[in-house]
């Protein structure tokens, strides 16, 4: 027993061996891209693509990223302040609608929006017949298949994530010093630029960071609006091109983008800590805006829950009651049920293996396993595409390695086993998800008091049984949570599904990003606004978890 009410027993053996072998898991696909990529050495394609178009890929990467940063911060940023400092009409309505956009995958968004204001469509056919144009060059009219187009999307699709983690900090922020700084003449604007933005930095940093993860491994928001990236190079160049070394090479540039953004994370955080030096912070009251002030605060939090929720739900809708009659067919029961089936195994299995290390965590680790469990937590950073090369590859080896065993004692040729299973999918959706899932649990189960661990223990019970006598019924919704967050998740994930689904297999995610492809929107808008209906539920979850982030911070967090 320790001091402060921490109670630990000395590190346990198995669960620390079971969280080095997940970390082990977690790493497998890293390891495999970086020497895939030394192994094979440059293909004649690489000279090709350095010469041509990489240049280009890492340009549109990095563009798209700084203008996705640079919107996600100014929206989410100035929604939280709004809807948390200051009372104006309909201020409690944002408080929770400004998260619903997360309830859109970006490439539902970016269809949507092509089939809206491309050349062919309502908006752009109902200007040239009032103002009587004939052709594309009697006007001018924004391209939204474009990098900029990309860019608006994903702002809309991304911003919540700073919203919500910021809206938490403000929150959280004490409002003595904001009246201080009042006192000694700062006017709004300055005193939230000098004390209230300083001190949200470090969150603000994290929900940029997790923005920009989104936008580094996005695939159907690229694709649709043609903007070559290096994922959209690196699916060119491993399904188009055949080339399994360059694929890996641009994997490896890719990961480096991400590990340079966790690095960047970071140091930004750790130099940027702020604290309330008082225990009796004084949570401030909201000012009330009227007139003028009122009518913009509305607009500024109206226009992204317009554009990034209710426009594109009501041309789902649309398209569905226009065409949806035809379309409730066996088919589409069949792949929604496959995908209903697939994410509840995802999220069975995230949930189990994430629930095993954290507690495993709680009743002791090694020095190793609590190295291990920060490398078990980098997966949700792997963008999908990187994945699954990542994964394909020790599959792969694996199948040729049973195929010869077996060959060889039986003459049975076995062909591929795990590649392109249902298996290969799971494994991938873990090491992606196992973030979600443990991030969520481990806040839940810090709430729960040691002593009971040490009640539990005095009246005889082990550590398992304590687990599933004490702690798992006090953990029923936490667990539920983290069970609907992967769930969700992997119903919308596209670029890993895409590569590492069986033949033939369709899912909700690769159906609508299928049919959106060959433009036939009014087929995609049913099974999109089933994956909405699905991503309402972390919406709603996280709305909740806002309301009540100065009860219980660490979930709010935990959930983002």
Do not use: K, Q
């Given at each position: 027993m320790q001091d402060s009410g921490t109670y630990q027993h000395r590190p346990s053996r198995l669960g620390s061996g079971f969280t080095i072998a997940v970390a082990g898991v977690v790493a497998l696909p890293i390891l495999s891209v970086l020497w895939s990529a030394a192994e094979s050495g440059f293909s004649?394609?690489?000279?090709?693509?350095?010469?041509?178009?990489?240049?280009?890929?890492?340009?549109?990467?990095?563009?798209?990223?700084?203008?996705?940063?640079?919107?996600?911060?100014?929206?989410?940023?100035?929604?939280?302040?709004?809807?948390?400092?200051?009372?104006?009409?309909?201020?409690?309505?944002?408080?929770?609608?400004?998260?619903?956009?997360?309830?859109?995958?970006?490439?539902?968004?970016?269809f949507l929006f092509t089939d809206l204001l491309d050349y062919a469509g309502p908006v752009q056919k109902a200007l040239r017949d009032w103002f009587e144009w004939r052709t594309r060059r009697d006007y001018w009219f924004p391209e939204i298949r474009s990098l900029g187009g990309a860019a608006f999307v994903m702002t809309m699709a991304f911003y919540p994530y700073v919203y919500l983690l910021a809206r938490s900090a403000f929150l959280e922020q004490s409002h003595d010093a904001w009246e201080v700084s009042r006192t000694l003449g700062?006017?709004?604007?300055?005193?939230?630029?000098?004390?209230?933005?300083?001190?949200?930095?470090?969150?603000?940093?994290?929900?940029?960071?997790?923005?920009?993860m989104e936008t580094l491994s996005d695939y159907g928001v690229v694709s649709f609006f043609s903007v070559q990236t290096l994922t959209n190079g690196l699916f060119n160049v491993w399904l188009v091109l055949g080339d399994r070394a360059a694929g890996a090479q641009m994997a490896l540039i890719l990961l480096v983008f991400v590990v340079a953004l966790v690095l960047i994370e970071r140091r930004a955080r750790s130099r940027r800590a702020y604290f309330a030096l008082s225990s009796r912070a004084r949570p401030g009251t909201p000012q009330a805006l009227g007139g003028m002030a009122a009518a913009v605060a509305c607009i500024v939090c109206a226009l992204p829950v317009l554009i990034g929720f209710v426009l594109p739900v009501w041309l789902l809708l649309d398209l569905a009651s226009e065409h949806g009659a035809g379309l409730l067919t066996p088919e589409f029961l069949t792949v929604t049920l496959r995908s209903l089936l697939l994410a509840a195994a995802a999220a069975a299995l995230a949930v189990t293996v994430a629930l095993g290390m954290v507690y495993a965590a709680r009743i002791g680790l090694s020095r190793a396993a609590r190295a291990a469990v920060r490398i078990a937590s980098f997966g949700y950073a792997i963008p999908g595409a990187v994945l699954a090369i990542g994964v394909l590859i020790p599959f792969g080896a694996m199948d040729r390695l049973i195929g010869t065993l077996l060959q060889g004692a039986f003459g049975i040729s076995t062909g591929l086993l795990l590649s392109g299973t249902v298996f290969t999918l799971l494994a991938a959706y873990l090491v992606r998800f196992l973030t979600v899932s443990h991030g969520t649990l481990e806040a839940g189960l810090q709430r729960v008091r040691p002593t009971l661990d040490m009640a539990a223990r005095t009246l005889g019970r082990?550590?398992?049984?304590?687990?599933?006598?004490?702690?798992?019924?006090?953990?029923?919704?936490?667990?539920?949570?983290?069970?609907?967050?992967?769930?969700?998740?992997?119903m919308k994930e596209l670029p890993a599904t895409l590569v590492l689904r069986p033949f033939n297999f369709e899912t909700l995610a690769t159906s609508v990003y299928t049919l959106a492809s060959d433009e036939r929107y009014g087929e995609a808008a049913l099974p999109a606004l089933a994956l909405t209906l699905a991503g309402l539920i972390p919406a709603i979850l996280l709305s909740r978890a806002i309301a009540g982030a100065r009860r219980t911070p660490a979930l709010t967090e935990a959930i983002a």
């Open positions: 004649p394609n690489w000279a090709h693509l350095w010469s041509t178009v990489l240049p280009d890929y890492v340009a549109n990467t990095l563009l798209l990223s700084f203008w996705v940063a640079l919107g996600v911060s100014i929206v989410g940023v100035s929604t939280a302040w709004l809807v948390t400092m200051c009372r104006f009409p309909g201020s409690g309505f944002f408080e929770w609608a400004l998260v619903l956009p997360m309830a859109l995958p970006a490439y539902v968004v970016a700062a006017n709004s604007w300055r005193a939230f630029r000098r004390v209230a933005l300083p001190m949200a930095w470090p969150s603000v940093v994290v929900g940029l960071a997790l923005a920009l082990g550590p398992v049984a304590t687990l599933a006598s004490v702690h798992l019924p006090m953990l029923r919704g936490t667990v539920l949570t983290a069970t609907l967050l992967v769930f969700v998740d992997v």
